[in-house]
């Protein structure tokens, strides 16, 4: 990812959101309430890594379930709830004689599988869905900058006597039950990401004795309980920037509890910057006030909001001296490799400053020493690649810093573009993986004959016929480049060859 292109198509409007319904399943454990939540698997195309609670889009199979007491569209939404539920925690929660554990566990395999319906298995064991057993709890949407979208329908279910909930391998890597003040220490120490619907709902319940108090404060949730902070101290402002697609938004991290670092305020568009400044004062009421403004690096997508921040605010602008040389405008301090910013707060934030150069000569990412969560701006993408231009880049101090941020260990990855990577460590190995595969195609394009540019492009990328050509030029230059600096290849008047 990096700064548009002349000639790039116009970013596409925001995706429609799609039906979905999510259960907060409790139960009344030894220690008090709890709930259920999951950790999704970090290969679905939603929330990938982080908690839920079970849950996910309505089908079209879900109109033919009946519910009692509730009536279309509502009857959708409720069939959805209880379906999902099933399928992901093996709790089927409809009125009846209950089944044994064996006839269950056979029933969910049969439905995950695709060989009987949900609203078949209901009429062959003799169930019946009612609503009152699914109480409302919420409508949430999904903003408009994330790729996939849903409008989702919470709902609060108790848990059915001496029913068992149990993750199978499927779209989620774990389940289990967990006291609400539990799960938010885990969020607060960065070992648990969680989205704002889920993160209220377990606010909510670590605030109640009874399920029959949270109802209502499920239902309306106030402004604060809607800021995206996916771990304490770690909130977003996407703001729409001119950026490569298919990213449409840069990532404005504002970190901190008490003092904030606002980073990368990238949005050239007045109304984007007020909407990210009226965040920012609004966390005055929790004793929050702004610090400075953090340049990851110069490209336009990072920085076009950055002046207007800074004097709105009245902080100053942190960077790299290489990225300062690069500002149409003065910054007032220069970061350095081993720089920590401290944050006074509650509790108080430690950021380290790495110089992590190759897509930018000026590249510095952050890492949070009590959480090890890392801020790394255009190292990685949470949708989509990053782009090394030749120009300003070098791949193979790219790869080294890669490795280098994958080795400290890092834990959750906050990048630039696109959600967080809950497993940081692994979304870089897949980084470094794909880049060696995309090497590869180049060299097995090479011969001792030398080839111009464009050909080996087009071979390396035939793989993505949907790849600009500027683009799939751009980052083939970088890896020959990259060959080039090992003395495998060399370049000639007609084109690059094999040494």
């Keep these: 990812m990096s700064e548009a292109i002349p000639g790039m198509q116009e970013a596409p409007p925001p995706a429609e959101p799609k039906d979905a319904a999510v259960v907060v399943l409790v139960r009344m454990g030894p220690r008090g309430l709890e709930t259920f939540w999951l950790r999704r698997e970090r290969t679905v195309s939603f929330a990938a890594g982080f908690y839920a609670f079970p849950g996910g889009r309505v089908d079209a199979g879900d109109a033919e379930v009946p519910v009692e007491g509730a009536g279309p569209p509502d009857s959708r939404l409720v069939a959805a709830a209880a379906r999902e539920l099933f399928e992901e925690t093996g709790v089927l929660a409809a009125r009846g004689r209950t089944p044994e554990a064996s006839t269950l566990a056979t029933a969910r395999a049969a439905v995950l599988e695709g060989k009987e319906t949900f609203s078949a298995v209901l009429n062959r064991l003799g169930l019946q869905v009612d609503a009152l057993d699914f109480e409302p709890a919420g409508r949430w949407v999904t903003p408009p900058f994330m790729p996939s979208r ?54 909510v319940l670590s605030r109640v004795r009874r399920t029959v108090d949270a109802v209502a404060w499920l239902a309306s949730p106030t402004a604060a309980d809607t800021r995206i902070e996916f771990q304490r101290g770690v909130r977003l402002v996407a703001l729409r920037t001119p950026t490569l697609l298919p990213a449409t938004h840069t990532n404005a991290w504002i970190l901190g509890t008490g003092e904030l670092l606002i980073v990368d305020p990238g949005a050239p568009d007045p109304a984007e910057i007020e909407r990210l400044t009226s965040h920012i004062r609004a966390l005055a009421a929790e004793e929050c006030r702004p610090l400075a403004v953090l340049l990851t690096h110069h490209h336009l997508d990072h920085v076009s909001g950055a002046r207007a921040v800074s004097e709105q605010l009245g902080i100053p602008v942190w960077c790299h001296a290489r990225t300062a040389d690069r500002l149409p405008f003065r910054a007032d301090r220069l970061l350095e490799e081993g720089d920590e910013l401290v944050l006074a707060g509650a509790p108080g934030m430690r950021w380290r400053v790495l110089h992590t150069p190759g897509h930018a ?139």
């Design 361 to 499: 000569r000026g590249h510095v990412s952050l890492v949070d020493t009590a959480t090890r969560a890392a801020v790394v701006g255009d190292m990685v993408a949470g949708q989509g690649t990053i782009l090394i231009d030749p120009h300003e880049g070098e791949m193979a101090e790219d790869l080294g810093q890669l490795a280098r941020l994958r080795d400290l260990p890092v834990r959750a990855v906050y990048p630039a573009h696109g959600p967080p990577l809950p497993d940081g460590p692994s979304a870089l190995t897949a980084v470094l993986d794909h880049r060696t595969m995309r090497e590869r195609r180049v060299q097995a394009a090479l011969s001792s004959v030398p080839r111009p540019l464009e050909e080996l492009a087009t071979d390396a990328y035939a793989d993505t016929p949907s790849a600009l050509p500027y683009l799939a030029e751009r980052s083939t230059l970088a890896i020959l480049e990259k060959l080039r600096g090992e003395g495998v290849i060399r370049e000639t008047e007609g084109g690059w060859a094999l040494v």
């Design 150 to 203: 849903f409008d989702a329908r919470f709902f609060l279910v108790e848990v059915p006597p001496g029913t068992r909930a149990e993750v199978w391998p499927g779209e989620a890597a774990e389940g289990s039950w967990v006291r609400p003040a539990d799960a938010l220490t885990l969020w607060q120490e960065g070992r648990a990401l969680l989205h704002p619907p889920n993160r209220h709902a377990l606010n």
